[in-house]
């Protein structure tokens, strides 16, 4: 596996395995991997003749008073685990390359930025958005792979990559969770161990309203008042959003369908946890 920095080198050694006729399967992450990271590179493995994991701590997505300084950073260990699944190439660029001096371009999507993540995040998937896109510009790639615990960010990339016609498949892959259902993320290493098997309210929610969906409740108020009832009950628990939406829209729902969505978002402690799951599916 090849360590690279520079962006034009980056660059140009795609243009030519696209020229040889080399099929570029690539993972933009932010690091910190976990196996969450680890299935789509072994999806990509599969997939895909070279294999290309992206590195890099995007300051722009990151608000005011957010972790960017305190996101957990560890090259020489994600290098180790990305070498222990067949990756070819690690894009680790430095941000005064990817954002220099006098850098004034952006991507906006409108519409699905307005609510959830984005409307408790002013700004963040305008740097998710513009970040991914220079990222698939410069490593060219024929398949990129995304978590769906991001269920949002997905959304967003995949309506910007159709409306720029840009060249590239977008694949979401499954939730990847602990043993105890707590959906793998980089931000649990910031969780106390009370804090820790608070989190796990995460995942009960998204049981119990399945469990409801299944037993013919179709009231949305009814489910997410039984949600909020559940989380209130954690000491160090508080929402940042919960609702239940239409999977392609984004837009809530009065009542489940076999479109619904319970997105959510929760603080515990200080630690911002996202998750989500199909009701009816």
Not at 7 to 23: A, P
Not at 45 to 54: K, M, P
Not at 81 to 93: I, K, N
Not at 236 to 243: E, F, P, V
Request: with cysteine; charged share 25%; hydrophobic share 40%.
């Amino acid at each position: 596996m090849e360590i690279i920095t520079d962006i034009k080198r980056m660059q140009r050694l795609c243009s030519d395995l696209r020229r040889e006729g080399k099929r570029i399967a690539f993972v933009p992450t932010m690091g910190y991997l976990h196996e969450g990271h680890l299935s789509l590179l072994r999806e990509g493995r599969e997939r895909g003749d070279v294999l290309v994991l992206s590195i890099f701590v995007n300051p722009t997505q990151f608000g005011q008073g957010e972790d960017f300084e305190a996101y957990p950073r560890d090259l020489s260990r994600d290098a180790e685990m990305a070498r222990s699944v067949g990756t070819d190439l690690l894009f680790a660029p430095e941000a005064r390359g990817m954002y220099p001096a006098g850098y004034a371009t952006y991507v906006d999507v409108e519409g699905l930025t307005d609510t959830l993540c984005g409307r408790s995040r002013p700004g963040h998937f305008r740097g998710v958005t513009t970040v991914v896109a220079k990222l698939f510009g410069i490593v060219q790639p024929h398949e990129a792979f995304f978590g769906r615990k991001d269920f949002q960010q997905l959304a967003v990339i995949r309506r910007m990559t159709a409306d720029l016609n840009l060249a590239v498949e977008v694949v979401g892959m499954p939730i990847v969770r602990e043993a105890d259902g707590l959906a793998m993320s980089s931000r649990n290493v910031y969780l106390s161990a009370e804090e820790r098997k608070q989190a796990l309210v995460l995942s009960r929610e998204i049981a119990l309203a399945q469990q409801m969906a299944r037993d013919g409740v179709r009231d949305v108020g009814e489910i997410l008042a039984a949600l909020r009832l559940m989380i209130e009950k954690q000491n160090d628990a508080r929402i940042d959003y919960l609702q239940i939406c239409h999977q392609l829209t984004l837009q809530e729902q009065d009542r489940v369908d076999s479109d619904s969505v319970l997105l959510m978002a929760v603080f515990v402690g200080k630690t911002r946890l996202i998750d989500n799951g199909f009701l009816l599916q």
